[in-house]
């Protein structure tokens, strides 16, 4: 008999877990039939076999313990969501950020949601700023990555931002909160961005502060955001754009609903 599916956070009520000191994910995942181990692997940071009611999630042993914490949750999420029969292995940080509803996506929200859940997250992200340091601070908190708490926090946070996974020849991946218009796609690093300084070696000991938004955004116009980047790579920046000031985005919504209107009126002449 399979597993049944549980929500991460009524996975976590059920077991009496209130507090991210408390989230062991090695013994969540054993109450659900999935046992943990860890030993070298190769080609992947995590595999999972399961069959009926059973599974074995394997780690590997050489990576931080962050990530592997993560890799256990993301296969955990596969279980859940996949049980009865799965065999497959996983790079679950190649897929962070990655908005299509995919079996990898599913398994890696499972896992920020177990691993980072609302109820925890929310009143400690709170007003809080949208700047790495925060994202580090919670981080330590909840024992997960800079790049899976930042997303976390792009997603309930306080504030408008967008997160931006880049390297020196595109954008790899991004992520908007709810407050900031789907309209806004980044395009690419603009010269002027602490983001570009990183990925061609020339940074200063400052990777943060106000840059223009057209450096980031085309057909917008031009305002004020706020960049903090850090690499997290060879050749990979992760950066963080803050609207401090949010009537520029709510001048691009309304603008945005003055153009709706007129193509609805011009349809109905």
Sequence with gaps: MSPQFIPAAELLQSLGITEPDEIDIYAIAQTQGATVIEKPVTGCEARIIGYGDKSVIVVNSESIPSRKRFSAAHELGHWMRDAGKISLGCNPDSQLGLGEMNPETRANNYASDILLPKFMFVPRAEQRPIVFETASSLADVFQTSLTATTIRLVDYGSYPCVVVCSDSKRIRWFRRSSGVPESLR?????????????????????????????????????HSIHEDSRQIGDDLVLTLLWWKDERPLMEIEEEEERRANRRSDWRDE
């Design 186 to 222: 980044p395009q690419g690093v603009g010269r002027t961005t602490f983001a570009y300084d990183l990925l061609k070696g020339q940074a200063s000991a400052n990777t943060h502060g106000d840059v223009y938004s057209d450096q980031w955004f085309s057909s917008v116009n031009r």
